[in-house]
């Protein structure tokens, strides 16, 4: 037992070395991924090696353990409470070999969000919410691919302007920027965006490219009342991501209303990561973030709500 717990701290450790250094290569910047997964292993390990009485590694272990604890303290830190009318945006990877289209319309039908976000539609799954959503959402952008990067975006409100954009000249993969004004009088603009998975050079070169695109754009737009919501195929410790939030100004909407991982391709009970997100101006109000139920994809779609 005390050679497993050791070999797992120095797992984590060097996991936790690696992800410092995500800016200078893919391989390293996957492993800032792991940043939950590596605290309960150190605060774990340390905890079964203090009970075996090596105290000194034990509480090396716990010290290393507590500081990226604290890292994760933002998520869980409370906010002001939100006033007035919210509006429900929910996002959602539905994974384009998913056949479980019932189970998507079914969240949707019982969240009732005013926004919908899909990524990976193709075909069949947009004739699919296109006769689901008939009724409910009047107003629709339907990109569907046969690649894994279709979108489906879906209003309950009328939108003043909606491009269809790029913002990678490498790939041409789709985003949606979409104008609108709500019921209350207040503009928003909404870019719902999917890039490459980074799981090779060239894909995460193409991912940051994307993500200092995205940013300039909210710098020119002014920032203050926007949201970014998609599968960004990034966690919220990578340089990548911190460097996005920092150049555009926006805020992740789950700051102080907790941890949920939104993507695991395992069925066992294991922490996933957090790759699906909904980045929010400075002068959007976010009253709730949570993640909702399976709905046979490999992510679980996150529903803010926000004012």
């Not at 990067?149 to 939108?159: A, E, I, L, T, Y």
């Not at 060239?202 to 993500?211: E, L």
Request: hydrophobic letters at 40%; one cysteine or more; charged letters at 20%.
């Amino acid at each position: 037992m005390e050679l497993f717990l050791i070999t797992s701290a120095l797992v984590a450790i060097a996991a936790m070395t690696a992800g410092m250094f995500g800016r200078w290569h893919y391989l390293l910047d996957l492993a800032s991924h792991l940043r939950v997964q590596t605290t309960m292993g150190l605060l774990g390990a340390g905890i079964g090696l203090v009970l075996l009485r090596r105290h000194r590694v034990g509480g090396i272990l716990l010290v290393i353990g507590g500081g990226l604890l604290i890292s994760l303290l933002p998520f869980y830190w409370p906010t002001d409470p939100v006033t007035g009318t919210t509006y429900r945006l929910m996002t959602a990877n539905v994974l384009t070999r998913n056949t479980n289209h019932a189970a998507v319309l079914r969240v949707i039908a019982e969240t009732d969000p005013d926004l919908v976000v899909l990524q990976e539609t193709d075909a069949e799954w947009t004739r699919a919410l296109q006769l689901g959503l008939r009724d409910t959402y009047p107003f629709r952008r339907l990109l569907p691919r046969e690649d894994n990067f279709g979108m489906s975006v879906f209003s309950k409100h009328r939108w003043s302007k909606c491009d269809v954009v790029s913002f990678s000249a490498e790939t041409q993969l789709p985003s949606v920027v979409m104008d609108l004004d709500l019921p209350d009088g207040d503009p928003i603009q909404l870019i719902a965006t999917h890039p490459l998975p980074p799981m090779r050079p060239s894909n995460w070169q193409d991912r940051n490219r994307t993500f200092d695109a995205i940013a300039e754009h909210v710098k020119q737009q002014g920032g203050q009342r926007i949201l970014v919501a998609g599968d960004l195929n990034c966690t919220p410790w990578s340089y990548w991501f911190r460097r996005l939030r920092k150049q555009s100004g926006l805020r992740n909407s789950s700051n102080g209303q907790g941890l949920h991982s939104t993507w695991n391709p395992s069925s066992l009970p294991l922490p996933g990561l957090i790759i699906d997100h909904v980045l929010v101006g400075s002068e959007i109000e976010v009253a709730s973030h949570f993640v909702g139920p399976d709905i046979g994809s490999d992510h679980r779609p996150v529903i803010v709500d926000f004012r």
